[in-house]
């Protein structure tokens, strides 16, 4: 048996390799099935995040037209790009007084005198801009001058209570965001935010113009600010911009300080124009701008000298600025005729000659942006010899020449001086 089962081996075995009537020399190996290549996974792109609506403020989602509110000059937003430097010049020159100026040191009467002209019209400014009239009463010490600080309201009184002359007060409107956006007084806050004892966080009033804060997008509520001309989207070379270019905060541009206003010199020409070529009162929203417009095509077309023809900055020295250029009785030309009060004149002239009905700009005509017209001979009082008055004030100096006492002087004085000199100090350009 043993025998047998040996013999019988062999079949077995080949039985078991799946033998049958091939020979062992035909047999192939199996083959192994190669896998089909697969496709090299790319990368997908990252999905783009749902765009994101900014928090809403909510402080002022409520207000509405008329009401009269409390705010920090931080939250305030322009709806303009450029303002007139010089113009914050003036306010920041004649606000900060010099308590150590040696001109009057020797007498107190007229030292207090110059203070309350100086720093005392700060304070008026200021409760005139919050709706509170004007200071209760002048500083009746140095040391009360000395006191007294915007950001300290314990230290000087207004004569009435804040917003109660709403008359007087800027205007905003409620965004669709809930910020507050500025359809009037980018100076004001701005020269309040530049002055020492001001900034950022000082306390004012304003009054809600609109409340917009049921337009569903930034688009829709700016599209309806430029529809109802409540924004001026040129920057300080009068060129056109995109919502998006508009500065963040009110104040001069700063290199330690980004967001700030750009500085519009022709803004500024028709600031000091006023009371001369045009009458301030009722005015439509940025109408110092539409007359800037008008003044720089003049300039363009050969009309008008360029501000580029006269000694408005440095190099030219703070005397030759502000030489003196005047209208006579007849309206016409006396003095320098390459100074700053010199651009102002033929400005104003050239502004005044202009029909009531004569386009300034788009459908706003001369009248309704408060034209002066200048008469020759025109008697006392009237309003030519006020603009031929206001004009010859513009560079004057704060010294009266008959007798040495102080006086209020020129806007123009301030301002070129601030920009040259700086905070007016003793032993500085101001000249004491």
């Known amino acids: 048996m043993r025998a047998l089962a040996l013999a019988l081996l062999p079949l077995a075995l080949a039985a078991c390799n799946g033998g049958g009537d091939d020979d062992d020399d035909d047999v192939q190996p199996p083959v192994a099935e190669t896998p089909a290549p697969q496709p090299t996974p790319q990368p997908q792109p990252e999905p783009e995040p749902e765009p994101q609506t900014p928090p809403r403020n909510t402080a002022y989602l409520q207000k509405k037209a008329g009401d009269v509110i409390q705010v920090r000059i931080e939250e305030l937003h322009p709806t303009q790009a450029a303002i007139g430097y010089d113009q914050i010049y003036y306010k920041l020159g004649r606000w900060q007084g010099d308590f150590d100026r040696a001109t009057w040191a020797a007498d107190p009467v007229l030292q207090l005198d110059y203070l309350n002209r100086t720093v005392g019209k700060k304070f008026d400014d200021y409760c005139e801009d919050v709706g509170a009239a004007e200071r ?46 500025l359809t009037d007084g980018h100076h004001t806050f701005s020269s309040l935010r530049e002055i020492s004892d001001g900034g950022p966080k000082l306390p004012v009033w304003v009054k809600v113009d609109a409340n917009y804060s049921d337009l569903p ?27 998006d270019q508009l500065p963040t905060r009110v104040g001069l541009a700063s290199a330690q300080e980004p967001g700030g206003m750009q500085e519009d010199r022709y803004r500024s020409l028709v600031y000091f124009t006023r009371d001369i070529a045009y009458s301030n009162g009722n005015l439509p929203e940025f109408a110092e701008f539409l007359w800037g417009d008008w003044l720089r095509r003049q300039a363009a077309a050969g009309q008008l000298q ?32 390459d100074s700053y009060a010199a651009a102002v004149r033929n400005a104003s002239v050239k502004m005044s000659a202009l029909a009531d009905t004569a386009i300034v700009f788009e459908d706003r005509d001369a009248a309704s942006l408060g034209r002066i017209v200048l008469e020759a001979n025109a008697a006392s009082g009237s309003a030519t010899k006020t603009a031929r008055d206001t004009l010859e004030e513009l560079p004057r100096n704060d010294v009266k020449t008959s007798d040495g006492t102080p006086r209020g002087a020129g806007k123009l004085w301030f301002a070129v001086n601030y920009r040259t000199c700086g905070k007016p100090a003793a032993g500085t350009c101001w000249g004491w």
């Open 136 to 181: 209760a009463q002048k500083f009746q010490s140095i040391a009360e001058a000395r006191a007294a600080r915007l950001d300290q309201p314990e230290t000087f009184t207004c004569l009435d209570a804040p917003g109660t002359n709403t008359a007087n007060l800027k205007t905003v409107i409620v965004g669709w965001d809930g910020n507050l956006y």
């Open 217 to 243: 997008t930034a688009a829709a509520f700016w599209q309806r600010l430029v529809d109802e001309r409540r924004a001026w989207l040129r920057d300080g070379q009068n060129q056109p911009i995109t919502v």
């Open 306 to 337: 360029g501000l580029d023809q006269y000694k408005m900055q440095a190099p030219a020295t703070p005397a030759e600025i502000l030489a003196v250029s005047t209208l006579n009785k007849d309206i016409l030309p006396t003095g320098a005729n």
